[in-house]
Nanobody, 121 residues
Framework: VQLQASGGGLVQTGGSLRLSCAAS????????MAWFRQGPGKEREFVAI???????AYADSVKGQFIISRDNAKNTVYLQMNSLKPEDTAVYYC????????????????WGQGTQVTVSS
C-alpha cells in the first residue's frame, strides 16, 4: 500500500486546514487509517483513526477540534483541523494498519511521507 499525504501549509492561529491521504495498491476499505503527527523535537504521536468497520477515535488533545473521515470509493482519508493552535505545528503522517495495536507507531504497516502544518501565532 502506498500512501500520499497532502494539504499541509501555513495557517494563522484559529484557522483551519484539511489534510488528505490517498492510498493505492491495496484494499483501502479493509485498513484502519490513522493520522499521527511529530512536532519539533517531539516523538511521533497518535492523532486520530478511522476504523475499517466504522468508528473513530481521537487523542484527547484534538477531541472536538479535529475530525477524521474516509471515503472508501476514493481510497482517501481526511483530517479536518479546526481552531488550530501553534502547538498543532507538526509534520502530519497518515498510516494504515489491519492490527488492533493502533495507538502506537509500531502497529502500522504503511506510512505516508508526511505533510507539514505550521500554525503561526
Amino acid at each position: 500500500v502506498q500512501l500520499q499525504a497532502s494539504g499541509g501549509g501555513l495557517v494563522q492561529t484559529g484557522g483551519s486546514l484539511r489534510l488528505s491521504c490517498a492510498a493505492s495498491g491495496g484494499t483501502f476499505s479493509s485498513y484502519h487509517m490513522a493520522w499521527f503527527r511529530q512536532g519539533p523535537g517531539k516523538e511521533r504521536e497518535f492523532v486520530a483513526i478511522t476504523l475499517s468497520g466504522g468508528g473513530t477515535a481521537y487523542a484527547d488533545s484534538v477531541k472536538g477540534q479535529f475530525i477524521i473521515s474516509r471515503d472508501n470509493a476514493k481510497n482517501t482519508v481526511y483530517l479536518q483541523m479546526n481552531s488550530l493552535k501553534p502547538e498543532d505545528t507538526a509534520v502530519y503522517y497518515c498510516a494504515a494498519t489491519k492490527t488492533t495495536v493502533w495507538l502506537n507507531t509500531g502497529g502500522y504497516d504503511y506510512w505516508g511521507q508526511g505533510t507539514q502544518v505550521t500554525v503561526s501565532s
